[in-house]
């Protein structure tokens, strides 16, 4: 249909501070060639510093600015019907003092959880028992058993992780990533439901 514009709403944009953000910055828009790049510079929200650094645009708000604009024109919109602004300010650099504190901390309780864990299994007994099962030898000390477990758990934990510092070993997402991923959508859905002034409604307000 020659009327018709297809939107799809994006679901986080970053924005700095004090912004316009414009319909082509929140949604993925279809339409005529005659229409789209003024449907793409209209403004559907101006940040302020009161807005915080969260900013819920719902879809219906943005019908109404395109419907107002254009008139006769039919809007179809396509998944998601809010929009979250983030507002992204300039990261400070790194602090190396903070750095190495957190690094410190991270490190040695790491390894303090490890330790605690393996005496309160008696790993120690246990790896004695399977070094006398396959060496038939009695040792209290069995470094050769101990140093590779320690290296299989480091390689473990790579592998789990799926990254080597920086480099990613396959396209699969770990564990963590999964889980970050989960948080962070649990999280969109209540500034969603919370921050969107359309979400609620109470029956006797104007």
């Not at 018709?4 to 970053?14: A, E, G, K, L």
């Not at 449907?39 to 719902?58: A, F, M, Y």
């Not at 254009?70 to 602090?95: D, L």
């Not at 005496?119 to 396959?134: A, F, G, H, P, T």
Request: no cysteine; charged share 25%.
């Amino acid at each position: 249909m020659e009327g018709t514009i297809y939107i799809r709403m994006r679901n986080r944009v970053q924005s700095p501070p004090n912004e316009k953000v414009y319909l082509k910055d929140a949604a993925q828009i279809i339409a005529p060639e005659s229409l789209l790049p003024r449907l793409k510079s209209l403004i559907i929200h101006q940040l302020t510093e009161s807005d915080g650094n969260i900013v819920v645009v719902d879809v219906m708000k943005v019908i109404g600015i395109i419907t107002e604009k254009f008139n006769g024109i039919e809007v179809q919109t396509i998944g998601p019907a809010q929009t979250i602004i983030e507002v992204v300010t300039k990261k400070k650099g790194v602090s190396i003092p903070f750095f190495l504190l957190i690094w410190f901390l991270l490190f040695f309780g790491s390894a303090m959880t490890l330790m605690n864990f393996h005496d309160d299994v008696s790993m120690r007994s246990v790896q004695e028992k399977i070094y006398l099962i396959i060496t038939g030898e009695k040792d209290t000390k069995p470094l050769l058993f101990q140093i590779s477990y320690s290296i299989g758990l480091g390689l473990g934990m790579v592998l789990f992780f799926n990254h080597v510092f920086k480099k990613r070993i396959n396209d699969e997402p770990s564990p963590l990533e999964v889980e970050m991923f989960n948080y962070q959508m649990d999280l969109d859905n209540y500034v969603i439901l919370h921050e969107n002034k359309e979400s609620m409604k109470r029956v006797n307000d104007d």
